[in-house]
């Protein structure tokens, strides 16, 4: 028989801090061990917490047992080196065990750990190095050569390929042998950082967010309501643990006691649909571009793979209606989008844990026990189907970041009014559900209108040639600006004569004449962070 689930009304009026503080084995009032939350307290049952598979065809399962002791040795580690509480760790890692064991670690030491994504060059590493002013550095033989060639103060620990390090770094792997697989966990106050998560900001150098220690209960009610995070699900968030939404989905699994798959590899989409028929997986936490990939195969490719997915979760982008009406249609599963940032967490969602109508193409409504609005500069709330920023109201039990690090100007402007924004647009409808409309940087302001990519790229997307779209603002003399348009076709379409105009007619069609396209320009791949976020400046630098 099928769960009963509340209405979304019930939810919200039942909804107590109280359950997420039971799941973790929190107390109100008590400071917190991350380390003995998240694998510690799972230890001695034999069970498994992560299946990880190599790049280069190598697989290895990883208890609780084996995490707990691993993490407790490299935390042992560091304390050699001098690390102490409220030191920082980074790591340059990629999608490997190491990267799990240097997190947790580095908790259990009292550090706060700064993940540096594997995508970054000397420069950007150099930045958040000095940045942060971190104590050591984590890092992999693979990504050696792009660590710069002085970092002061810093220790280098490097997973080596076969054991012997050099340039005065320390090896990973011989480093621990030998060390205590016992010690104590260093604790926190729920207010004091972690982690500090470094944002590409649109203007300025990158800003460093402090998430604090509290953020396993702060997104609690995502676990619960929106990922709808099971004890005999089969767990796969294919995001890097590196980053926001990928460290919020290992971590708040393992501190469940559910085990996790990754790969090292960032899947492809043909990769994908393999691994989630080979292993079972039924509950997937992805991006909107893996999502696009996959139905870019086709409806043959996709209906060739036994996929028994119940739950598939959708973040770091907006997710398009068109691939929500697709994955209904071969899965018979509705992908839910979410909504979350470094600074907010996971605030607004589809949840399928709730009894809920989703409208495709919307990020959904405010999860229980969070406050979110559509505010004005002056942190008033506008009108139903007006824009404006995002806002949530900071709750007393339920925060997640603690503004930026040694940057109070900055963590001044978040406020506005008794609200904090961060410069992403929406609107919400009569229902109450948000609609992305962009960054503040990214509206188009065309003729006195102010024009959404999200909702413009979505129109190019109902043309069954087109696999991805971005769209950005080009100076016009007598608009002030007009919409370009970039596109990416799916394999096998070509640039046909009149296809543009197909294409701007989908979206006079769709939402508007006064937002369509009137430049497009056809690209064999849209530039794109690490993480799959489509970099709308790098095209506006175009």
Same mark, same amino acid.
């Given at each position: 028989?099928?769960?009963?689930?509340? /209405?979304?009304?019930?939810?919200?009026?039942?909804?107590?801090?109280?359950?997420?503080?039971?799941?973790?084995?929190?107390?109100?009032?008590?400071?917190?061990?991350?380390?003995?939350?998240? #694998?510690?307290?799972? @230890?001695?049952?034999?069970?498994?917490?992560?299946?990880?598979?190599?790049?280069?065809?190598?697989?290895?399962?990883?208890?609780?047992?084996?995490?707990?002791?691993?993490?407790?040795?490299?935390?042992?580690?560091?304390?050699?080196?001098?690390?102490?509480?409220?030191?920082?760790?980074?790591?340059?890692?990629?999608?490997?065990?190491?990267?799990?064991?240097?997190?947790?670690?580095?908790?259990?030491?009292?550090?706060?750990?700064? %993940?540096?994504?594997?995508?970054?060059?000397?420069?950007?590493?150099?930045?958040?190095?000095?940045?942060?002013?971190?104590?050591?550095?984590?890092?992999?033989?693979?990504?050696?050569?792009?660590?710069?060639?002085?970092?002061?103060?810093?220790?280098?620990?490097?997973? /080596?390929?076969?054991?012997?390090?050099?340039?005065?770094?320390?090896?990973?792997?011989?480093?621990?042998?030998?060390? %205590? #697989?016992?010690?104590?966990?260093?604790?926190?106050?729920?207010?004091?950082?972690?982690?500090?998560?470094?944002?590409?900001?649109?203007?300025?150098?990158?800003?460093?967010?402090?998430?604090?220690?509290?953020?396993?209960?702060?997104?609690?009610?995502?676990?619960?309501?929106?990922?709808?995070?099971?004890?005999?699900? +089969?767990?796969?968030?294919?995001?890097?643990?590196?980053?926001?939404?990928?460290?919020?989905?290992?971590?708040?699994?393992?501190?469940?006691?559910? %085990?996790?798959?990754?790969?090292?590899?960032?899947?492809?989409?043909?990769?994908?649909?393999?691994?989630?028929?080979?292993?079972?997986?039924?509950?997937?936490?992805?991006? %909107?571009?893996?999502?696009?990939?996959?139905?870019?195969?086709?409806?043959?490719? +996709?209906?060739?793979?036994? !996929?028994?997915?119940?739950?598939?979760?959708?973040?770091?982008?907006?997710?398009?209606?068109?691939?929500?009406?697709?994955?209904?249609?071969?899965?018979?599963?509705? !992908?839910?989008?979410?909504?979350?940032?470094?600074?907010?967490?996971?605030?607004?969602?589809?949840?399928?844990?709730?009894?809920?109508? !989703?409208?495709?193409?919307?990020?959904?409504?405010?999860? *229980?026990?969070?406050?979110?609005?559509?505010?004005?500069?002056?942190?008033?709330? #506008?009108?139903?189907?007006?824009?404006?920023?995002?806002?949530?109201? *900071?709750?007393?039990?339920?925060?997640?970041?603690?503004?930026?690090?040694?940057?109070?100007?900055?963590?001044?402007?978040?406020?506005?009014?008794?609200?904090?924004?961060?410069?992403?647009?929406?609107?919400?409808?009569?229902?109450?559900?948000?609609?992305?409309?962009?960054?503040?940087?990214?509206?188009?302001?065309?003729?006195?209108?102010?024009?959404?990519?999200?909702?413009?790229?979505?129109?190019?997307?109902?043309? *069954?040639? #087109?696999?991805?779209?971005?769209?950005?603002?080009?100076?016009?003399?007598?608009?002030?600006?007009?919409?370009?348009?970039?596109? !990416?076709?799916?394999?096998?379409?070509?640039?046909?004569?009149?296809?543009? @105009?197909?294409?701007?007619?989908?979206?006079?069609?769709?939402?508007?004449?006064?937002?369509?396209?009137?430049?497009?320009?056809?690209?064999?791949?849209?530039?794109?962070?690490? /993480?799959?976020?489509?970099?709308?400046?790098?095209?506006?630098?175009?």
């Amino acid at each position: 028989m099928p769960l009963s689930r509340p /209405t979304y009304a019930e939810a919200r009026a039942a909804f107590r801090w109280a359950a997420g503080f039971r799941a973790l084995g929190w107390a109100p009032t008590a400071d917190v061990s991350l380390g003995e939350t998240i #694998v510690d307290r799972h @230890a001695g049952s034999g069970r498994r917490a992560l299946s990880w598979f190599g790049k280069s065809g190598s697989c290895r399962e990883f208890t609780f047992d084996e995490l707990s002791q691993l993490s407790t040795r490299f935390a042992n580690l560091l304390r050699s080196l001098g690390v102490g509480k409220g030191d920082r760790v980074a790591g340059f890692l990629p999608r490997v065990p190491e990267a799990i064991v240097a997190m947790l670690g580095s908790w259990k030491a009292g550090a706060i750990y700064v %993940p540096i994504f594997t995508g970054f060059g000397s420069d950007a590493i150099g930045y958040r190095m000095a940045h942060s002013r971190a104590r050591v550095l984590c890092t992999h033989w693979e990504y050696r050569d792009r660590v710069p060639p002085a970092l002061p103060e810093a220790t280098i620990v490097t997973v /080596t390929r076969d054991g012997e390090a050099s340039r005065g770094d320390i090896s990973f792997w011989p480093a621990l042998e030998g060390r %205590p #697989v016992l010690g104590e966990s260093a604790r926190y106050r729920r207010d004091e950082p972690a982690v500090i998560l470094y944002t590409s900001g649109s203007t300025g150098p990158p800003k460093g967010v402090k998430i604090a220690a509290n953020f396993l209960l702060a997104v609690d009610p995502y676990v619960t309501y929106a990922l709808d995070l099971r004890q005999d699900d +089969v767990f796969w968030p294919t995001g890097d643990p590196g980053w926001g939404y990928g460290l919020v989905c290992y971590m708040a699994a393992l501190a469940r006691g559910v %085990p996790v798959i990754s790969h090292e590899a960032a899947p492809t989409a043909a990769l994908c649909l393999e691994r989630l028929r080979d292993l079972g997986v039924t509950n997937l936490a992805t991006t %909107p571009t893996l999502l696009r990939g996959i139905m870019a195969l086709g409806a043959e490719a +996709v209906r060739r793979h036994d !996929v028994r997915v119940r739950a598939v979760g959708s973040c770091r982008e907006p997710l398009n209606a068109e691939v929500v009406t697709f994955f209904r249609e071969h899965w018979g599963v509705t !992908v839910m989008d979410h909504y979350g940032s470094s600074e907010f967490g996971l605030p607004i969602g589809n949840l399928r844990a709730v009894d809920m109508t !989703v409208k495709p193409g919307s990020m959904g409504l405010p999860l *229980p026990g969070c406050d979110v609005a559509v505010v004005d500069d002056s942190g008033r709330e #506008v009108p139903t189907g007006a824009v404006g920023q995002i806002g949530m109201r *900071p709750d007393a039990e339920g925060y997640y970041s603690l503004g930026y690090r040694e940057d109070p100007e900055r963590t001044r402007e978040l406020a506005r009014d008794d609200w904090v924004t961060i410069g992403d647009l929406a609107r919400r409808d009569a229902d109450g559900y948000f609609w992305f409309e962009g960054r503040a940087d990214d509206v188009i302001k065309s003729a006195g209108y102010r024009i959404g990519p999200f909702e413009v790229e979505s129109a190019i997307l109902k043309h *069954p040639a #087109v696999a991805e779209a971005a769209v950005v603002g080009v100076p016009d003399a007598l608009r002030g600006q007009i919409v370009k348009a970039y596109v !990416v076709l799916k394999p096998g379409c070509g640039v046909a004569p009149g296809l543009d @105009a197909e294409i701007a007619d989908a979206v006079k069609t769709h939402v508007g004449r006064h937002q369509y396209p009137r430049i497009i320009e056809f690209l064999a791949e849209l530039p794109k962070t690490e /993480t799959g976020k489509i970099q709308r400046f790098r095209l506006r630098q175009r």
